[in-house]
């Protein structure tokens, strides 16, 4: 199924309804956004020749325009490869050159960037909020959205990897259909007078929930601040009513913290899914107080979207079972298109409450990773999703995190690859040896530092390898500190010990 016959159905059904909101103000109804949508898929087909099977990428802050943008490259029948804003427009690029993307539409504040390093494949850089880009509107529209079977794949969504490069992970209309049903048995249902609102990028999680509010003709709210901003948040939930917005933990703190210091209780806010990392017991407590009981916890990767697990909106806010403390501090149950299991280094089911790696089968699960067998075959084993995550189960079936089993560090909800960071650093020349580690950090989950050893008889200063990585890497992923080391501490192997790391950390503190 085609998620463009889904934004087709609802123009029908409501082409009055408001459907794309700039902060509070409408510039979209059903019909028009449709319309628009149909219109540059015609653009895309006509004018650049894109058809099925074709990836197209969007690398654009959050904005009316990317929805558009989104149901248009479907509608033309191709794949969608999404791009986080905040990437180096290095890292865009080579994501671009990797998925064989010849058409880019990006947002003009990080188009230039983008255009300076663009890879020989790309034959257009389109910007969908430039002055020019209304004429796409006027295009002849495509009549009906090009067919797509449930294995055709219309997501390729890039995710880090400890390799230091990211994968491709190929999502098929029959995933996205899985984990959007699946949303509304165990995470929330949808009404028509509902609203999503991004405050997260909506290249990532925030982005997904779009599928159910094009279903049900809801309306989709991008803030006038692109992004999160708690007072604004408040202010726009309190206008236009039944919001719900996907945040990372962090995310939520700061909104409590906010409500909090005005006194709200988050008037209009319908549901706030949480998920993207670890939240704090006591931070989700307090997050039920202040707010009442509008709060959903989803487990999700990109391997598998937003559809593992799953705690309810009454099982957060219920204070009267026996083990509700536990129950709050894990992840939930198995979601209802998934199988979950907790299994050792053998692949056999553990007993309950022991640790292993989680697994994960169903109809969500991924396709496999893009030109890339080798990490396919590593991650999915006979039909399971191998997913790198350590956690255990207990005899209710609800599911607690325990670590990440590829060092992956989990900050403000994104995730950040240390190997990724070593290799960059890696490269400047006075730099010999370095390992990084995350650091416990009381707002953002956990900070980023990096041990270097530098070239023997050389001094380097923190501020030149800060640079370095600014010119090579996203701004969040750099290291927030540096510690400057004779050597790294290593086993008979020679492998780093990133506990003896993380140790010496907390005796700083």
């Not at 408001?18 to 219109?39: C, H, I, K, M």
């Not at 290095?90 to 300076?116: Q, R, Y």
């Amino acid at each position: 199924m085609n998620p463009a016959e889904w934004l087709m159905r609802s123009a029908h059904l409501y082409p009055d309804a408001p459907a794309l909101l700039q902060g509070e103000n409408v510039v979209a109804d059903y019909a028009t956004f449709a319309a628009r949508s149909a219109s540059i898929a015609g653009a895309l087909r006509d004018q650049y020749g894109v058809k099925a099977g074709d990836r197209v990428a969007i690398f654009m802050k959050n904005s009316t325009e990317y929805l558009e943008v989104l149901y248009g490259v479907w509608f033309a029948g191709a794949a969608v490869v999404p791009i986080n804003a905040k990437l180096h427009a290095k890292e865009a690029a080579w994501i671009v050159e990797d998925a064989s993307a010849e058409i880019v539409f990006v947002t003009k504040d990080i188009g230039a960037a983008f255009k300076a390093v663009q890879p020989d494949v790309v034959r257009d850089v389109i910007i969908a909020d430039g002055g020019g880009f209304p004429k796409f509107y006027q295009t002849s529209p495509m009549l009906f959205p090009a067919p797509a079977t449930s294995d055709d794949m219309i997501w390729l969504f890039y995710t880090s990897g400890t390799t230091g490069k990211p994968k491709g992970v190929m999502l098929t209309a029959g995933n996205l259909l899985a984990m959007t049903t699946t949303y509304f048995i165990d995470v929330d249902d949808v009404r028509h007078e509902d609203a999503i609102l991004y405050a997260a990028p909506m290249s990532h999680g925030a982005g997904l929930y779009n599928f159910m509010h094009v279903l049900r003709g809801g309306r989709h709210v991008v803030p006038d601040t692109g992004g999160f901003d708690p007072n604004e948040i408040l202010s726009i939930a309190r206008t236009i009513g039944n919001i719900s917005m996907f945040a990372a933990p962090t995310m939520v703190r700061r909104l409590v913290d906010c409500a909090k210091e005005t006194g709200e209780g988050g008037t209009g806010i319908k549901t706030i899914i949480y998920g993207g990392g670890p939240m704090y017991l006591a931070d989700i407590i307090e997050a039920v107080v202040v707010m009442g009981p509008r709060f959903v916890q989803i487990y999700g990767q990109g391997e598998c979207p937003m559809a593992i697990s799953a705690l309810s909106r009454s099982l957060v806010a219920d204070r009267t079972h026996p083990n509700w403390r536990a129950r709050l501090a894990s992840v939930g149950t198995a979601q209802t298109c998934t199988y979950l299991r907790v299994v050792g280094e053998d692949g056999h089911d553990l007993p309950t409450g022991d640790v292993g790696e989680i697994i994960v089968q169903g109809m969500p699960v991924m396709k496999g990773y893009w030109d890339n067998a080798e990490a396919t075959a590593k991650t999915i084993r006979d039909g399971w999703l191998w997913t790198g995550d350590m956690g255990a189960m207990d005899a209710d079936g609800f599911l607690t995190l325990h670590d990440r089993s590829k060092d992956v560090i989990i900050s403000g909800g994104s995730n950040i690859y240390p190997r990724e960071i070593e290799e960059v650093l890696l490269t400047h020349p006075k730099v010999h040896e370095v390992a990084v580690v995350g650091r416990p950090h009381p707002e953002w989950g956990e900070d980023v530092i990096a041990f270097i050893v530098p070239v023997k008889g050389v001094h380097v200063e923190p501020k030149e390898l800060d640079a370095h990585c600014l010119a090579e890497i996203a701004r969040f992923k750099r290291p927030k500190g540096y510690r400057i080391v004779p050597e790294l501490p290593k086993n008979n192997y020679g492998k780093v010990l990133k506990r003896d790391l993380r140790g010496c950390l907390e005796k700083e503190e």
